[in-house]
């Protein structure tokens, strides 16, 4: 599922925090990762696996 639009820029993040809003009726309990990835040059450029903090 895509939460997000192009989150391309001029300069790379470092030690930033990304945030997106979720559709409506999807909640973070929905996933067990997360990825970034490159319609242009199909690959993964980072993931996270998410667990569920109590």
Known sequence: MIVSGDIRRDKPYDKETLELLLPDGI??????????????????FA????????
């Open 47 to 54: 993931y996270a696996e998410l667990t569920i903090v109590p």
């Open 27 to 44: 909640s973070s309990a929905d996933f067990n990762f997360v990825s970034i990835w490159c319609d242009a040059f199909p690959l993964t």
